[in-house]
Nanobody
Framework: QVQLMESGGGLVQAGGSLRVSCAAS????????MGWYRQDAGKQRELVAV???????NYADAVKGRFTISRDNAKNTVYLQMNSLKPEDTAVYYC????????????WGQGTQVTVSS
């Protein structure tokens, strides 16, 4: 079992920055991938950014150039640095871990609210 705990959400003005963190209960070096998803009211959950075990990254087009995902294996923590925030970035941000072979199992945190005011 993997437990994930997000922190760092909050209210920020448009153009501002925020960093959210995801602390895992076991070594994140074991995970196939770690990622951040977001879900706004009435919308489907969508991928924001993902980082692989080898530290390759991938981003949604909407956040490229503004958001950066990173990991600290020593702290079992994954971060999402969000810059130049826009009101449309408002959502609950969820941490995800995919672990296992041949079919990775997905684990989710409880989510942290990010609200960007215009």
């Amino acid at each position: 079992q993997v437990q994930l705990m997000e922190s760092g959400g909050g209210l920020v003005q448009a153009g501002g920055s925020l960093r959210v963190s995801c602390a895992a209960s076991i070594g994140i070096y074991r995970m196939n991938t770690m990622g951040w998803y977001r879900q706004d009211a009435g919308k489907q959950r969508e991928l924001v950014a993902v980082i692989t075990r080898g530290s390759s990254t991938n981003y949604a087009d909407a956040v490229k150039g503004r958001f950066t995902i990173s990991r600290d294996n020593a702290k079992n923590t994954v971060y999402l640095q969000m810059n130049s925030l826009k009101p449309e970035d408002t959502a609950v941000y969820y941490c995800n871990a995919a672990w296992g072979y041949p079919e990775p199992r997905n684990y989710w945190g409880q989510g942290t609210q990010v609200t960007v005011s215009s």
